[in-house]
C-alpha cells in the first residue's frame, strides 16, 4: 500500500509540481508547504520548552491568567515567513495552516506542550471576512493539530461581532481599542471546566487573544492557553 502512495504521488508530482511557500523552489515528494532547508532555517522561538515562562508568556502576564503559551516561529514583516503567512490568509491555500499544524503538533508534542489541555478554540472571524477569505486560517491550524493530538476543536463557542482593519500598523494601544469587545462568548457551557488553548495565526502585541480569552473564562473554571504559529516580537 505505501508503495502504491508513493507511486501516485511521484505521478501528481510530477504533473502538479508543489513548490515550496516559501523560497518557492519545488518540493520533494516526501516535504509539505516547506523544503527541507527552509524547515532548517525557520526561525523556531523553542517556546514550546518553556511555555510557562517566556517572550510571549509574558505579554499576557497582568492581563488574563495564562497556564503557557509558544508560537512555532518568529515573525518578521517582509520576510520569508510573511510570505508563508501571506499565502497562508490571502493566497486561497487553507491547505497550508493544516499541515503547518501537523507540523507545530509533531514538534510541540515531545515537549508535552498539549499535556492537560482539553480542547482546542481557533480565534474566530466575523462572518463577513470568512465569507471573503473562504475559510478562517485559525481553523485550518487547529484542525491540523487535532489530526495528530485527536484533542477536540471547538468552531461555535466563541464568535467575533466586530472588525476595525487589520492590527499590523497600529500601536499597542490602539490593537487593544481594536478589539477590545470584539468577540461573545456564545457557549459557556461548551468551555466549563475545560483547559482551552486558543489558536492563532500571528501574535502581535497579544490584543486579540487577550480579548478572546476574557470572554472564554466568562465560563465556569476555564484554564487558558495560547498558541500560534507565528509571534512578531518587539513589533
Known amino acids: 500500500m505505501e508503495r502504491t502512495i508513493s507511486f501516485l504521488s511521484r505521478i501528481l508530482d510530477t504533473l502538479a509540481p508543489r513548490s515550496c511557500v516559501m523560497c518557492g523552489k519545488r518540493l520533494a515528494v516526501s516535504e509539505e508547504v ?20 517566556n517572550d510571549l508568556a509574558r505579554l499576557f502576564w497582568g492581563r488574563i491568567p495564562i497556564e503557557r503559551a509558544a508560537s ?14 501571506y499565502r497562508l490568509k490571502y493566497g486561497g491555500h ?74 499590523t500598523k497600529k500601536d499597542r494601544w490602539q490593537r487593544n481599542e481594536n478589539v477590545e469587545k470584539a468577540f461573545r462568548l456564545v457557549d459557556a457551557g461548551a468551555v466549563s471546566h475545560q483547559h482551552i488553548l486558543l489558536i492563532d495565526d500571528i501574535i502581535t502585541s497579544g490584543a486579540t487573544l487577550t480579548a478572546a480569552a476574557k470572554e472564554v473564562l466568562q465560563g465556569d473554571n476555564v484554564k487558558v492557553s495560547v498558541l500560534s504559529l507565528g509571534f512578531a516580537k518587539n513589533m
Do not use: W
Open 94 to 167: 487553507a491547505e497550508i495552516g493544516e499541515q503547518l499544524g501537523q507540523m507545530i503538533a509533531e514538534e510541540f508534542a515531545t515537549e508535552g506542550f498539549f499535556e492537560g489541555i482539553t480542547t482546542l478554540l481557533p480565534v474566530p472571524l466575523t462572518t463577513q471576512r470568512q465569507r471573503q477569505r473562504g475559510y478562517n486560517q485559525s481553523v485550518e491550524i487547529a484542525r491540523g493539530i487535532r489530526s495528530v493530538t485527536g484533542l477536540p476543536l471547538l468552531e461555535r463557542a466563541l464568535e467575533r461581532v466586530t472588525f476595525y482593519g487589520s492590527q
Open 34 to 53: 516547506i523544503c527541507g532547508h527552509c524547515n532548517l532555517f525557520l526561525p523556531r522561538t523553542g517556546y514550546a520548552s518553556s511555555a510557562y515562562d
Open 72 to 85: 512555532f516561529f518568529f515573525y518578521k514583516p517582509h520576510s520569508d515567513t510573511s510570505r508563508l503567512i
